[in-house]
């Protein structure tokens, strides 16, 4: 019972964080008209200081089974889950095209960053959070790809920009960097700082996130009851059957102890946030990526930590 409470605790703590961005922007203190500079500010400064400051220096991350392996393993984890998405969806009861593209898309990423890495750092060990990066590799490729063309209908032009983001430039700059022993050539002043900005980047993040969903939830809660099946498939893809699949595999595939145990942690997390943005970019079916990504948020209080405790005995 004690492992549950210390599972349970950070997942309680990154949840009272996004609701204090909720509450900051029904109290307009938050108002939306900052938003997109201080989303720029975490994505290109903040986040990328924390992924250079997590990657460079971490010996985890200086074998090929870690950092090759890591975004390959989830590449191939986000075809799974869009592919289980797809199947759903008709399951779903959703019946046009774009409906069914929306579903998959929505269902086929976790919320691998905000919600994640928080949680890693402070269950598991320093170098974790690196490994975590590693991984996110694999999911910022798909996000921009996959992800984005599913969305916007399959069209080759949508998302392949967005690929050469400034977190993916950080983390393949930060993952050769590691290879040299940077951390002894460059002044400690230079590290202390990155280290003070990435501290920064999940509370801004985290923050942003509960403003995203006040806005959502203004006329989106409902949805979620007028389309009980597609919430209850929703649940069943992305907290039920992923979280087996990919707690299965962190369990039986030959990988280092360390990323199992982002394997676990990253199985029990829920679809991106993100995703509505895009779909919203992108012409996608909205109210389908609204309730998708509701009922696994709300749903994951119970969820979550359920999923890492289980997972975490399971690799024992």
Known sequence: MRDYYAVLAPVLTVFLVI???LVMRRLRVLRREGDRTIF???VNLLYPCLILDSIIGNPALRHADVSLSA???CVALVLVAVGLGWLLSRAAGLKY???RRTFAATTGINNYGYFAIPVIAALLQPEAVGVCFAYNMGSEICLWTLIAWLIGGGSPSAGWRGILNAPLIAIVSALLLNLLPAREYVPGF???TLALLGQCAIPCGLLMVGASFSDFTVNGV???FRARR???TALLARSLLMPLIIIAAAKFLPLPLMLKQVLVVQAAMPAATFTVVMTQHYGGHVPT???VVLIGTVAGLVTIPLWIHFGLLWLR
């Open 97 to 99: 095209n774009v409906e």
């Open 230 to 232: 597609v919430s209850a």
């Open 289 to 291: 990526a609204l309730r």
């Open 40 to 42: 720029r500010l975490v």
């Open 190 to 192: 230079v590290w202390d």
């Open 19 to 21: 609701g204090s961005g």
């Open 222 to 224: 409902g949805e979620l």
């Open 71 to 73: 975004p390959l393993l």
